[in-house]
């Protein structure tokens, strides 16, 4: 019975692939169109409960064994030891994976647009080429430049990437405005709005740690990427409360919907600026120490 319940509780990676998978459809299905009466609708939630089961058993038992014997193969590798000890590379390596995906995300908005007529998809396709954009610069200086030294020249990229980056607070206005007046907005169903709002806390939080973590390297081109990559997180904690006040705000009055909506929108806005600000002053006092220096050599 031991081992019975010990196979039942760890199944193989493959088979909780597949149960993630059965129950992220099922689990919409149940809710939607089958009905709290449906046979379908019970296996649904029952597999759905030991999903989460054994999901959970995996990550707090299996998965922390595994990731020790995965981060010893990676270290045996040449590129993969020095993309765990070489923070420089690190950096250089995911600059061009985050752009990788917002020129994706970028092209997914611009094809809903032509698709669904909508100008809510062209101000996320604005918005994620704006990011795509000021990782582009600082992937190019880092492929022409060794990080840490050309301080003028990782000072004089940042002080350009922080000027774009105050350009995010009119596509965020945008979109505020179209979620307050027009009822446009974010929407996860099912499941999916549960590992969206996981995964939304988990970037904000190791964003807000590498910013912290990055600071002792004093390079201007790492403290941008990690401020970039926190501004979006910050743009999506309000992705996620607009789709969890669509989800579950139906008993919630409107114009109390529209406060939470209005106030965290002046603060993702205000938070963009004031670090956009903080780069743009810092940067040039910094670029004119240094030419000072040069001049007086």
């Known amino acids: 019975m031991k081992n019975f319940f010990k196979r039942l509780l760890f199944p193989p990676l493959w088979m909780i692939a597949v149960l993630v998978i059965f129950s992220a459809v099922t689990v919409p299905l149940a809710l939607i169109k089958w009905g709290s009466e449906s046979p379908f609708s019970y296996l649904a939630y029952v597999v759905a409960f030991y999903t989460v089961c054994a999901v959970t058993a995996f990550f707090c038992v299996v998965f922390p064994k595994k990731y020790k014997e995965i981060k010893k193969k990676i270290h045996s590798t040449a590129i993969g030891n020095r993309y765990m000890t070489d923070a420089a590379f690190r950096t250089h390596i995911s600059l061009y ?16 647009f032509v698709l669904y007529k909508s100008v809510w998809f062209v101000f996320l ?25 050309n301080l003028q020249g990782e000072f004089k990229i940042a002080r350009a990437c922080s000027y774009i980056l105050l350009t995010v607070n009119f596509i965020l206005s945008a979109a505020v405005l179209m979620i307050l007046y027009q009822n446009k907005g974010f929407e996860y169903n099912g499941i999916l709005i549960y590992v969206m709002a996981m995964y939304t806390f988990y970037v904000t939080v190791m964003s807000i740690i590498n910013i912290v973590k990055y600071r002792k390297y004093k390079s ?14 910050l743009v999506s904690m309000l992705a996620l409360e607009t789709a969890m006040l669509s989800q579950f705000g139906a008993d919630m009055p409107q114009q109390s919907q529209r406060l939470m909506i209005i106030f965290t929108g002046a603060g993702v806005s205000a938070a963009v600026i004031f670090m956009s600000v903080y780069m743009i002053v810092r940067t040039a006092k910094e670029i004119k120490q240094l030419r000072s220096i040069k001049n007086g050599k």
């Open 97 to 112: 994976l985050s752009l990788s995906f917002n020129l994706i995300y970028a092209g997914v908005n611009i094809l809903s």
């Open 125 to 149: 396709a604005v918005y994620y080429f704006i990011l795509a954009v000021m990782r582009f610069l600082l992937a190019h200086f880092t492929s022409k430049n060794k990080i840490g030294e």
């Open 220 to 233: 201007p081109v790492m403290t941008t990427a990690k401020i970039i990559t926190f501004s979006a997180a």
